[in-house]
């Protein structure tokens, strides 16, 4: 916190699953949830647009204090060239799970972070690989609503649909907020984080 009582780190995000990350690095924090628009652009790569995204989210996000540091994160699931973002419907979420059942992608998070009259970004990727899912499974996930605000309509922490059969990378990435980047931007704006070192392992641990 600042001197006057402030949250000095600003979440812009209303991901819970975010939140809960972040606490792990054990820096105080506010949400004050970016509106930024999260739309695709047509041709877009997944890493870039997940890059662009972040930024929006950061620049979108207002400062009530000088020194206050914004972080903001966008995940987008790369199907071989095809970038995933959040589903429009149901439609488009049983489509997007369709088309990830029983094959392999790329997870790209986006982190950018902004203070102390520095803007700093990084990109993690994971790669993932999907159990196959038969249309009856998919159904019966889109209409618990589950899959409406993640990217490629799913949650490799989803313990009823566990949909991922496996990953190489960072875990706490595909849930949407790398923590070993995370730490190390928000040193680099003067945020001490707590050491990431066995965070990352623990979460493996717990869910391979």
């Not at 369709?98 to 997870?107: E, G, I, T």
């Not at 990109?123 to 409406?148: C, D, K």
Request: glycine share 8%.
């Amino acid at each position: 916190m600042t001197s006057g009582g402030r949250f000095r780190l600003v979440l812009a995000s209303k991901s819970p699953r975010r939140a809960v990350l972040l606490r792990t690095l054990g820096v105080p924090f506010v949400v004050r949830a970016s509106e930024a628009a999260e739309e695709l652009l047509d041709g877009e790569l997944a890493w870039s647009a997940a890059r662009r995204l972040a930024f929006a989210k950061l620049h979108a996000t207002p400062r009530e204090s000088p020194d206050e540091v914004v972080l903001a994160a966008d995940t987008v699931v790369d199907l071989e060239g095809r970038p995933m973002g959040k589903p429009l419907d149901g439609r488009d979420a049983c489509s997007m799970l369709a088309a990830l059942s029983n094959r392999s992608h790329r997870v790209h998070t986006a982190v950018a972070v902004g203070g102390s009259g520095r803007t700093v970004l990084g990109v993690a990727t994971t790669l993932v690989s999907m159990r196959p899912f038969t249309s009856e499974e998919i159904e019966a996930y889109v209409a618990t609503g589950a899959p409406m605000d993640k990217a490629g309509s799913y949650a490799v922490q989803d313990e009823a649909f566990h949909p991922v059969r496996e990953w190489q990378g960072s875990y706490t990435n595909i849930v949407g907020l790398p923590l070993e980047l995370t730490a190390r931007l928000l040193g680099l704006v003067g945020v001490a984080a707590n050491d990431t070192c066995g965070l990352e392992n623990e979460y493996n641990r717990r869910r391979r």
